[in-house]
């Protein structure tokens, strides 16, 4: 079994204007040293061992549903969890 | 010429679809589900604007996985009419049927009002009936409309006239003010701001009738 950490965020030559409304925030509370905010999604998943390795079923996941590459970069992090019993 | 209006759970334009092809323009349609997975019964598709699954993920990208969308893309190989108005056509790019995406509008405003469009290709099966660079009218209602591609994608839009109409002023910070766009084939069409809602000049513009009319005369002739 493995825990799976998927970040999506837009790409950097995409306008993120969440990004913008809440770096606007910031700078109003006065922590002008942050110098750029860029919002993105989480998602956390279980993925069952299989005889498919778990990057190729991830990056074909974040592919078709979890990030539209046109627009979207994601980078993923997988942790090995022992089997459930 | 007969056209499906396709009901997602979250669709809240499909009655003025319907109404605007049906009992203003005198075609024939109907409402069908996103779980019908046979289409051979209709001559164009109509896809709704709304919040399909609740705009979760991103606007569209679960409708896409809804069976009716096979079928579209089947539609559409087969060079039949798809038209996608507000969340349809947030459905077309998601289904890979247009090419680019819709963002969050630069202001993070919804933007619910009328806008001035231009006709920027009249010479196609959705727009013939408009004169070429005419201004029309119609209302827009999103709080995703900001059309992005890449400069290669811009690039061929333009290059194979896919750019169909574009704001006057632009409103949501779409790329190169793109408000509707067409497929290579010039069969499927997508656009933010809703002709099935400008049908009546009491409701503030009749400017959406000339693109049903259009589609009727031109792929009416076609498949029929």
Known sequence: ?85 | MKFAVVVFPGSNCDKDLLWAVKDLMGAEASFVSHTTTDLSAFDGVLLPGGFSYGDYLRCGAIARFSNVMKEVTRFAEEGKPVFGTCNGFQILTEAGLLPGTLLRNESLNFICKKVALKVVNANTNFTSEYSQDEIIHLPIAHGEGNYYCDEETLAQLKANQQIVFEYKENINGSVANIAGITNEKGNVLGMMPHPERAMESLLGSEDGRLFFASMIKNFGKVTN
């Open chain 1, 1 to 85: 079994m493995y825990f799976v950490k998927v970040f999506v965020t837009y790409k950097p030559s995409v306008l993120d204007p969440q990004g913008e409304a809440v770096k606007g925030a910031i700078h109003q509370l006065g922590y002008e040293s942050i110098q750029d905010v860029r919002i993105g999604k989480y998602f956390e998943l279980k993925v069952q061992s299989s005889q498919e390795p778990v990057e190729t079923v991830v990056e074909a996941l974040c592919d078709q549903l979890l990030a539209n590459v046109n627009m979207e970069t994601y980078r993923y992090e997988i942790i090995e969890m022992e089997e459930e019993a």
